[in-house]
Nanobody, 121 residues
Framework: QVRLVESGGGVVQAGGSLTLSCAAS????????MGWFRQAPGKEREFVAA????????YYADSVKGRFTISRDNAKNTMYLQMNNLKFRDTAVYYC??????????????WGKGTLVNVSS
């Protein structure tokens, strides 16, 4: 069993920054990569970013490239999402997910409960 717990969401003004964390527990060593998805009100869940536990380049959705940075701390089994220059359209519930093989939710077996990011204009 794998447990994913997100934290760090909140309210921020446009142009501001937030850092999300995802603490993972359980058999996370079996996952090649983990990632972040988000779901805005009335919209489908979409891919944001993913990173491999074993090294290798992270990858991002075009909508967040250059503004968001995904990272991990293997010793703490924790993944992060540093979000800079936030825009109103970034408002969503952000979910931690594993495993993430492609930039889609296909293949994801585990989800966190999500953390809300609310960007005020």
């Amino acid at each position: 069993q794998v447990r994913l717990v997100e934290s760090g969401g909140g309210v921020v003004q446009a142009g501001g920054s937030l850092t999300l964390s995802c603490a993972a527990s359980g058999r996370t060593s079996s996952f090649h990569a983990m990632g972040w998805f988000r779901q805005a009100p009335g919209k489908e869940r979409e891919f944001v970013a993913a990173i491999s536990w074993m090294g290798g380049l992270p990858y991002y959705a075009d909508s967040v490239k250059g503004r968001f940075t995904i990272s991990r701390d293997n010793a703490k089994n924790t993944m992060y999402l540093q979000m800079n220059n936030l825009k109103f359209r970034d408002t969503a519930v952000y979910y931690c997910a594993a495993p993430v093989g492609e930039a889609t939710a296909s293949g994801v077996e585990y989800w966190g409960k999500g953390t809300l990011v609310n960007v005020s204009s």
